[in-house]
């Protein structure tokens, strides 16, 4: 077995071993070379993200993610699966978690996944939280929003960045584990990040107030994605969420995306499941969120 930091030359090949894992546990292969891009550039690769190898062949890789939460990402090929992969990871990730002062420790697992569950559990984790990949598929065009009266669907306006971005940390204050981010730190990861498309942002607005946004990107995770929609509370109850997130579907049908996805809390204090079942999208796969204290 050898351990060693990946660099960008090793994306594509990390990303086929995430969509075999994920396409053995989850029955669906999502990761692609660009997403896992993504996700790289707010790691420190050397010290952050490890690789393992079995007889000179990839064999797992995960990451210890402390940009905005604190948690672990790890994946073993299923050809390596029962050789002690998954608990090098485990070990590695913890020691420089500890290295760096982490005191409470996260990492998800597909829930599927029964040996990652018991090794977290043998290391004395605790489950915190569950998570749903919910999709839609499209064989037609999507329903036509239907919006409450007074209220506007219009496209982002980069004048109204700070007021938009407002509005999005108010929709989340509520929800389990928020990390209120600045606007600056918002700006860089999501507005100037390489192949930002903001032409997929929506505001919602009555007058000139904000009532809710929506942010989707063309392609991630190979599908159309709903990254973030957020109804203010002064608006919700009046079907508008289900109207913007209609909206969304319409703009990437017509992009050819005929898949298309989000991740949402399970237990959302919204009941953003619901308002996403009513639009037609289903539980895909589900996982669970474990933690330890290491401090």
Request: proline share 5%; aromatic share 10%.
């Amino acid at each position: 077995m050898k351990v060693r930091p990946p660099t960008e030359a090793d994306a594509p090949a990390t990303a086929a071993l995430v969509r075999a894992f994920e396409a053995q546990l989850a029955g669906m292969a999502e990761m692609q070379t660009a997403d896992l891009l993504d996700e790289w550039r707010e790691l420190d690769l050397n010290s952050q993200a490890w690789l393992v190898e079995l007889d000179g062949r990839l064999a797992g890789y995960a990451a210890l993610h402390t940009k905005r939460h604190t948690f672990v990402d790890g994946y073993v090929h299923p050809e390596a699966f029962g050789r002690g992969v998954g608990s090098r990871l485990v070990e590695l990730a913890e020691a420089e978690a500890a290295r760096r002062g982490i005191d409470l420790l996260r990492n998800g697992v597909i829930t599927a996944d029964e040996p990652a569950r018991e090794l977290l559990e043998g290391r004395g984790y605790k489950i915190a939280r569950h998570f749903y990949r919910m999709l839609i598929e499209l064989e037609h065009p999507p329903p036509a929003p239907e919006w409450p009266r007074g209220l506007v669907v219009t496209p982002f306006d980069h004048a109204e960045a700070r007021e938009f971005h407002a509005a999005l940390e108010e929709t989340f204050a509520d929800e389990w584990d928020h990390d209120p981010e600045t606007f600056e730190d918002w700006r860089e990861r999501r507005l100037e990040a390489p192949g930002a498309d903001p032409t997929l942002w929506f505001a919602v607005k009555e007058g000139n107030e904000i009532a809710a946004v929506l942010m989707a990107d063309p392609e991630r995770y190979g599908m159309g994605w709903v990254g973030a929609i957020g109804v203010r509370e002064r608006w919700r109850r009046r079907g508008l969420g289900l109207a913007l997130l209609r909206h969304a579907f319409t703009e990437l049908y017509g992009r050819g995306k005929k898949v298309i996805g989000l991740g949402v809390d399970a237990e959302n204090p919204t009941g953003a499941t619901r308002l996403y079942e009513r639009a037609g999208m289903h539980v895909a796969w589900s996982a669970a969120l474990y933690e330890k204290q290491i401090g």
